[in-house]
């Protein structure tokens, strides 16, 4: 991409995000399972995931399914006890917000945990799944559609028509191969700490330090 075509600051943009190990230090669903004691079990199916290896969908239902039979309260211990945000994430969004962004949190998650951070950063759009949850435990489930990496690059292009941004004024972010497909759309698609396939795809990519890290793309 040439300089001359990068999203700029200097107007309305629309910023989409993935959560799990990018807008949070965290996979969740991990440290979901490490609850259950099988978090190196999950995390190996993550992970494989995440590099391209396996059908994300699928991958997610198996996962998904270990977690049966566990208290649906230990999504808010999750929440409180593992969940942190990954450094600059506050400053990169409130310096969007402030040249009137749109900032949007796109998740193979859930929407117990995009919920919050919607609230925490005051985000304008979340989208996730919902995990199904019966007599106050997880059933092994997940209620209505996967959002795969199609939904998420179709969750941009919606948005952006709905906000009345050029796809030229948007910003994907993200690091797993589900990640792709939203990456490729954007007008600037970054690859943050991101995995191998990630990165070779990405016209950007940012190994070190934080989610700040972005304004500098912008800005030069």
Known sequence: MSERNKPTL??????????????????????????????????????????????????????????????????????????????????LVAKLKKHGWKIGLVSGGFTYF???????????????????????????????????????????IEQAEIFNIPMSQTIAIGDGANDLPMIRAAGMGIAFHAKPKVQAEASYAINEGGLDKVIDLLIK
């Not at 807008?23 to 969740?28: A, F, G, K, R, T």
């Open 10 to 91: 200097n107007k309305p943009g629309l910023l989409f995000m993935d959560m799990d190990s990018t807008l949070i230090q965290c996979e969740c669903i991990d440290e979901i399972g490490d609850f259950l004691g099988i978090k190196a079990q999950i995390a190996e199916i993550t992970e494989r995931a995440m590099r391209g290896e396996l059908e994300f969908a699928a991958s997610l239902t198996e996962r998904v399914q270990l977690l049966a039979g566990l208290d649906a309260s230990v999504l808010e211990k999750v929440y409180e006890e593992r969940i942190r945000l990954t450094q600059g994430a506050e400053k």
């Open 114 to 156: 995009t919920d919050k951070l919607k609230v925490l950063l005051a985000l304008d759009y979340t989208r996730s799944n919902v995990l199904e949850i019966h007599d106050g435990k997880l059933t092994g489930s997940v209620l209505g559609d996967i959002v795969d990496a199609e939904a998420k690059r179709l969750a941009l």
